[in-house]
């Protein structure tokens, strides 16, 4: 008899508690939190009060760190296919020219001076595939590909999230494609005049600057 | 006892309005509680609801639609009237249709003894409470038909929940209003209200001239909870374990009756607990010497002013509960209503009884 | 009379009555029903799909089916490098990300056998806790949810909010951060880290107790989960389950002092373990309780942390990642204390591959989910609800 009545004495005291809480809570709800980010020093004196924030018009700032939308700056890119590799879940895709010898200063050199070597006639960004995960921007060798700390970026068509970051049109692409493969094509025939004359061919290394060697290709042949 | 004489003259005189042979003024009467359900549920009812529990959760609430958000349940309306109104082919399509009907008249017919002021009461019977406590029950009838009818599994075990709940809340409920009534001696909405209407305000009413009065008080304050079906007793609807419960299947406007008629019988069961507890329309101002703020605040307009108030108190509080407790468990609501209300209720009719005796 | 014989579940007997006359019996209440509980279902957390045979609102037999969000986990580990796994395991456990990366690169660099410095040790063990009290606060937000009280999961979100927002700030994620990588962290800590977390921690602290009293011991909560779901220690530990299901049993095992990694051994905290006096021991209350008192020995295990990181000058946090990462043949099974339980990460090397050859995943709630049939036997509808919540399980880490 005596749990019977300290069991209805415990339920109305703890029921009396809980209302309480959320009565002192009703009485706060003219304070507002208000949208200073997690880097700001008063960030924990402002967390009293209602914690809504309004999202268009207010929001939590991003930390500059943010990861959130991949952005490659294409004119520091090496076209080196180190981020294509890395990423696990492809979304991204390169297309490589190999720059003709004439063309090097047209083609110029990247921020940290280093000679660029390719054209990027297609660097697409699927940023609806994208994992945010950051290993293609810690892979990269010019910090050219950066994740912006722009969170919001929603589409309506699902396609328009493919950002694309090449330098050239589809008709450049074409002329360089078309140049490339002339001045190959002198070379071989270079070659080919070198051989006929009896010369030993001057066996170089055929790529110039291949940056990404081909060595994982065999690690993935074991598999 | 100052406001015997002029009772119920507005609704008198409208009810005596005929326009030809059509009794306009009859139905005037009975359009005025249904435009007041409407205007209140879609004010303070879902509105000040989203608004207090959002404040009790530090949130803002509706913000969006108009000035902080009060457009919100009229866009919600909006929406609801567009909704595709959905009769699921193995329903029992008369049943589904007629449930959420029944529900509401339910919810609707008890206001035809809440007085809403001393001068407007849709029918003053002499048996008001019985016939309050008799048509509110009416509801569980249209949740039975609704989860029966929607031939959801969901919905039957919300609409036999329901059931089970009605026989448990019932009786605590009913003895702790028979314990006002044996305090009033009437039956009539309208006397109860007149009995606890004196000089002094608020110490006219039973909940602080009787000391025994907050046991019923508080028994039929708790069982009015389950007879809303709002939380800690939203047994029969429990979002977290049926779904929707016994309206899983509805939609659009049929399923806005059920938001309506649960409005509709919290209004109501606060208006019957204020009547029989806390003087209905008697202004709780006393008159203090030369100040006779009593007199000043009581009347047709006050009265309703004061009704309406004290009912929006306890929606408050049945609101502030909601958004506090979590949920029991249906043989816990029977245990509670059973082993603990029950016998409390009786002790309270005892009690009460030897006060009216003795005092 | 003579009874001659019975059929589908006692339902129909046949009877020789006295005079000759055979009859067969049949009760009225005895048709069990089939109710698909999940993957839509508000309180199944997530994609969990229960097809409970019932009896009236009892549950005879609950059978939990699995598979709704499988995202072949552990075949693309096949696929991917080794620092490219990580952030699939980020996905497993999506409320406790820091804790399953940390088991990731603790078996890999098991496997590696590489030194980790100590600040980045303790960086880990700062953001591991610090999930973990995240992961908590969901479970026992939604665990509120389940039964009813929906305040105090806006409560809990609130101040995961903070948590997730110290973790953007040195991550650049909020859920999905593969900041702990092989053999060192994506970033150092921002320079006021140290400061902003002792500050939450000093936050939180009575936000634990104005949850105590809003949820944990309010009496319709403790009326509602005391008792239900009983698991009896031995049974538990035959099922394989870990983490606060297994404390909540009364069994004192925590992988971070009984299997100690990372720097564990130095710091000093308690192993929570249910209270009998306040619940039974195996029930969900106990599990509630558990993890309610995790959190606050999480925020001692921080504030032990940030005490004694090490601070470097010009500290390079990804100094100590091994170039390639290219394992010796061999496998290793590394494990670490998810807030779910055990998380474990099998791999095997073959030696000449920057992919594992296989990566095998021990999933925390995954294990604890198999009692579910057990547990549901014969309890009411919404006692399997509060079952099922206080198991805490997260579909991303039972499918994979």
């Known amino acids: 008899m005596s749990e019977y009545f300290s069991n209805i004495k415990i339920g109305a005291s703890t029921i009396a508690t809980g209302m309480a809480i959320t009565l002192k809570h009703f009485f706060n709800a003219v304070k507002r939190k208000g949208d200073a980010g997690i880097d700001d020093a008063d960030y924990f004196k402002q967390v009293d009060g209602l914690c809504t924030l309004q999202y268009p018009r207010e929001v939590v700032p991003t930390p500059t760190i943010g990861r959130y939308r991949l952005f490659n700056n294409i004119e520091d890119?090496?076209?080196?296919?180190?981020?294509?590799?890395?990423?696990?879940?492809?979304?991204?895709?390169?297309?490589?020219?190999?720059?003709?010898?004439?063309?090097?200063?047209?083609?110029?050199?990247?921020?940290?001076?280093?000679?660029?070597?390719?054209?990027?006639?297609?660097?697409?960004?699927?940023?609806?595939?994208?994992?945010?995960?950051?290993?293609?921007?810690?892979?990269?060798?010019?910090?050219?590909?950066?994740?912006s700390p722009v969170a919001d970026f929603s589409e309506f068509d699902v396609r328009n999230m493919v950002y694309h970051y090449g330098n050239l049109s589809k008709i450049e692409a074409d002329a360089k494609r078309k140049k490339l493969e002339e001045e190959k094509a002198a070379k071989e025939k270079a070659a080919a005049e070198a051989a006929a004359r009896g010369e030993a061919p001057p066996r170089p290394a055929p790529k110039p600057k291949p940056a990404p060697g081909p060595a994982p290709e065999g690690a993935e042949a074991g598999e | 006892m100052s406001h015997a004489p002029s009772l119920n003259t507005w609704s008198d005189a409208l009810a005596g309005f005929n326009l030809g042979w059509f009794p306009l003024g009859l139905v005037i009467v009975a359009a005025i509680p249904l435009v007041f359900i409407a205007?209140?549920?879609?004010?303070?009812?879902?509105?000040?609801?989203r608004k207090i529990s959002a404040f009790m959760q530090d949130r803002l609430g509706p913000m969006e639609v108009g000035p902080w958000g009060?457009?919100?349940?009229?866009?919600?309306?909006?929406?609801?009237?567009?909704?595709?109104?959905?009769?699921?082919?193995?329903?029992?399509?008369?049943?589904?249709?007629?449930?959420?009907?029944?529900?509401?008249?339910?919810?609707?017919?008890?206001?035809?003894?809440?007085?809403?002021?001393?001068?407007?009461?849709?029918?003053?019977?002499?048996?008001?409470?019985?016939?309050?406590?008799?048509?509110?029950?009416?509801?569980?009838?249209?949740?039975?038909?609704?989860?029966?009818?929607?031939?959801?599994?969901?919905?039957?075990?919300?609409?036999v929940r329901s059931v089970a709940q009605i026989v448990s809340y019932e009786i605590p409920a009913s003895i702790a209003l028979l314990c006002g009534a044996m305090m009033a001696g009437t039956l009539s909405m309208q006397q109860f209200c007149v009995a606890q209407s004196g000089p002094f305000g608020l110490l006219h009413w039973y909940l602080f001239?009787?000391?025994?009065?907050?046991?019923?008080?508080?028994?039929?304050?708790?069982?009015?909870?389950?007879?809303?079906?709002?939380?800690?007793?939203?047994?029969?609807?429990?979002?977290?374990e049926l779904v929707a419960g016994f309206f899983t299947e509805y939609t659009g406007m049929k399923f806005a009756m059920f938001f309506l008629a649960e409005y509709g019988s919290m209004f109501m069961v606060s208006g019957i607990i204020s009547i029989v507890f806390l003087g209905g329309w008697a202004s709780p101002l006393p008159n203090i010497g030369s100040f006779a703020l009593n007199t000043m605040t009581s009347g047709p307009v006050w009265g309703t002013f004061w009704i309406i108030m004290k009912s929006f108190f306890f929606i408050f509080v049945q609101m502030w509960l909601r958004w506090t407790l979590p949920r029991l468990r249906v043989d816990q609501l029977m245990y509670l209503c059973w082993k603990v209300l029950t016998p409390f209720a009786f002790v309270a009719f005892v009690l009460t009884a030897v006060w009216e005796i003795y005092k | 009379m003579q009874e001659l014989g019975k059929a589908e579940l006692n339902s129909t007997r046949i009877i020789r009555q006295d005079d000759n006359r055979v009859v067969i019996e049949k009760d009225l209440d005895t048709e069990y029903m089939v109710l698909s509980m999940g993957p839509q279902h508000p309180s199944t957390h997530g994609v969990l799909r229960l097809e409970c045979i019932t009896d009236g609102e009892?549950?005879?037999?609950?059978?939990?089916?699995?598979?709704?969000?499988?995202?072949?986990?552990?075949?693309?580990?096949?696929?991917?490098?080794?620092?490219?796994?990580?952030?699939?395991?980020?996905?497993?456990?999506?409320?406790?990300?820091?804790?399953?990366?940390?088991?990731?690169?603790?078996?890999?660099?098991?496997?590696?056998?590489?030194?980790?410095?100590?600040?980045?040790?303790?960086?880990?063990?700062?953001?591991?806790?610090?999930?973990?009290?995240?992961?908590?606060?969901?479970?026992i937000g939604t665990y509120g949810i389940d039964l009813g009280a929906f305040t105090p999961f806006l409560f809990c979100f609130r101040d995961r909010?903070?948590?997730?927002?110290?973790?953007?700030?040195?991550?650049?994620?909020?859920?999905?951060?593969?900041?702990?990588?092989?053999?060192?962290?994506?970033?150092?800590?921002?320079?006021?880290?140290?400061?902003?977390?002792?500050?939450?921690?000093?936050?939180?602290?009575?936000?634990t107790v104005e949850l105590q009293k809003l949820l944990t011991e309010?009496?319709?909560?403790?009326?509602?989960?005391?008792?239900?779901?009983?698991?009896?220690?031995?049974?538990?530990?035959?099922?394989?389950?870990?983490?606060?299901?297994?404390?909540?049993?009364?069994?004192?095992?925590?992988?971070?002092?009984?299997?100690?990694?990372?720097?564990?051994?130095?710091?000093?905290?308690?192993?929570?373990?249910?209270?009998?006096?306040?619940?039974?021991?195996?029930?969900?209350?106990?599990?509630?309780?558990?993890?309610?008192?995790?959190?606050?020995?999480?925020?001692k295990i921080i504030e032990q942390c940030l005490d004694r990181m090490p601070e470097v000058d010009g500290f390079n946090s990804r100094a100590s990642i091994p170039k390639k990462i290219r394992p010796k043949a061999g496998e290793v099974y590394a494990r670490a204390e998810n807030p779910r339980g055990e998380v474990g990460f099998y791999i095997v090397s073959d030696g000449k591959s920057t992919k594992p050859l296989r990566c095998k995943a021990r999933s925390s709630c995954f294990v604890n989910l198999s009692a579910m049939k057990d547990l549901s036997k014969g309890q009411l509808i919404p006692d399997l609800v509060a079952i099922i919540g206080s198991i805490d399980i997260v579909l991303g880490e039972v499918d994979r």
């Open chain 1, 77 to 147: 890119c090496i076209g080196c296919n180190q981020c294509d590799r890395a990423c696990p879940v492809e979304c991204i895709t390169i297309e490589t020219i190999k720059v003709t010898s004439d063309d090097l200063a047209a083609c110029g050199k990247t921020s940290g001076g280093q000679q660029k070597r390719f054209w990027l006639p297609v660097f697409d960004i699927d940023v609806a595939k994208c994992m945010t995960c950051g290993i293609c921007v810690s892979v990269c060798p010019t910090d050219c590909l950066v994740h």
């Open chain 2, 39 to 49: 205007l209140y549920a879609l004010t303070y009812g879902v509105y000040g609801e």
């Open chain 2, 70 to 159: 009060l457009l919100q349940t009229l866009a919600d309306i909006l929406k609801l009237l567009q909704k595709e109104d959905i009769v699921p082919t193995a329903a029992d399509k008369f049943l589904f249709v007629i449930g959420p009907l029944v529900m509401f008249v339910g919810s609707f017919l008890a206001f035809v003894v809440l007085p809403f002021g001393p001068a407007f009461i849709g029918a003053d019977l002499n048996v008001g409470l019985f016939y309050a406590i008799g048509i509110v029950a009416l509801e569980v009838v249209g949740i039975l038909a609704s989860g029966w009818g929607s031939n959801n599994k969901w919905a039957l075990y919300g609409a």
């Open chain 2, 209 to 240: 001239s009787n000391p025994v009065a907050w046991l019923p008080f508080l028994i039929y304050f708790i069982s009015s909870l389950a007879e809303t079906n709002r939380a800690p007793f939203d047994i029969p609807e429990a979002e977290s």
């Open chain 3, 58 to 139: 009892v549950v005879v037999e609950a059978e939990p089916y699995l598979g709704y969000l499988h995202r072949c986990f552990e075949k693309y580990c096949e696929k991917v490098d080794y620092p490219g796994i990580v952030p699939y395991t980020d996905r497993m456990d999506y409320l406790a990300g820091m804790n399953t990366e940390m088991a990731y690169c603790i078996a890999v660099e098991k496997l590696l056998d590489i030194e980790i410095p100590r600040r980045v040790e303790f960086i880990r063990v700062i953001v591991a806790e610090l999930n973990r009290i995240a992961s908590h606060l969901v479970a």
């Open chain 3, 161 to 207: 909010e903070h948590i997730l927002n110290l973790l953007e700030w040195i991550s650049g994620a909020r859920m999905l951060y593969n900041y702990i990588w092989i053999g060192g962290l994506s970033y150092d800590v921002p320079a006021d880290f140290k400061k902003r977390v002792a500050e939450f921690v000093t936050y939180f602290k009575p936000k």
């Open chain 3, 218 to 299: 309010n009496e319709i909560f403790v009326k509602r989960t005391r008792g239900i779901g009983l698991m009896p220690a031995d049974v538990a530990i035959n099922y394989g389950w870990s983490g606060p299901m297994l404390r909540g049993s009364g069994v004192d095992w925590d992988l971070r002092r009984n299997d100690p990694y990372s720097v564990y051994p130095e710091l000093d905290f308690k192993v929570a373990l249910p209270d009998p006096k306040f619940c039974e021991i195996g029930d969900c209350l106990a599990r509630h309780v558990v993890r309610a008192i995790e959190m606050e020995e999480s925020l």
